[in-house]
């Protein structure tokens, strides 16, 4: 019993990633944290171009981001959200996790995974400064499209099965063969396998 408990903890550390300190964060990140906590930040424009309303103060949130390469990962961003008496909650990125936002395989994989597999509702998902609606429904079309699918099952080699039955959708079957075969390959994200998948069969589309 004390050996399974031990394994499955020895398990949950190898997946936690390195935490960046908050002494050692950026100085932009830092400011930003001093300008939330003080109440210093500005009112973005509501998301409806147009739309002359004055936002007020909703509730806040907590972001998680990817700092660099080695995948350090910032200390939870404190994020307002801001009410628009018209049209309703909205927020606005700090300018330096926008920035992070477009490297950052977890969005990929959070879109995919929301969208596809959890059955959510963009609007759910997507800050105003994330990723626009098409490009979080191009990434759900491409990436999970059945030839990457096909790609990632010829990759296994019969080591995983795809039933479809059980899965809430195709897509939702591909995500799964993705994870298998970066589990397989001890490679913490799956979304890379979906992209090396997609560009394979848009490669031989083009011939
Ligand atoms: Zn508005």
């Keep these: 019993m004390v050996v399974w408990a031990l394994w499955g903890y020895l398990l949950s550390v190898k ?103 959890d059955g959510k509702r963009l609007e759910e998902l997507v800050e105003i400064d994330g990723p626009s609606a098409s490009t979080a429904y191009r990434w759900n079309e491409q990436l999970l499209a059945e030839q990457v699918r096909e790609w990632i099952l010829k990759r296994l080699r019969g080591a995983w099965e795809l039933t479809l039955q059980g899965y809430s959708s195709a897509r939702s079957g591909t995500i799964q063969a993705a994870r298998y075969l970066a589990k397989q390959m001890q490679i913490r994200s799956f979304s890379p396998f979906l992209q090396r998948a997609k560009l394979a069969y848009m490669i031989r589309y083009a011939e």
Excluded at 26 to 42: I, N, Q, S
Excluded at 79 to 85: G, S, V
């Design 15 to 117: 997946e936690e990633r390195t935490q960046c300190s908050v002494d050692l964060e950026p100085l932009r990140v830092k400011g930003y944290r001093e300008d939330f906590w003080a109440g210093r930040l500005l009112a973005p424009q509501c998301k409806v171009s147009g739309c002359q309303e004055c936002l007020s103060r909703a509730d806040m949130y907590y972001r998680f981001a990817v700092l660099n390469a080695m995948g350090w990962v910032l200390f939870p961003v404190p994020i307002q959200r801001w009410l628009c008496a018209l049209h309703g909650r909205t927020s606005a990125l700090p300018p330096f996790l926008h920035r992070y936002l477009h490297y950052m395989v977890e969005v990929v994989e959070a879109v995919l995974v929301g969208i596809s597999e």
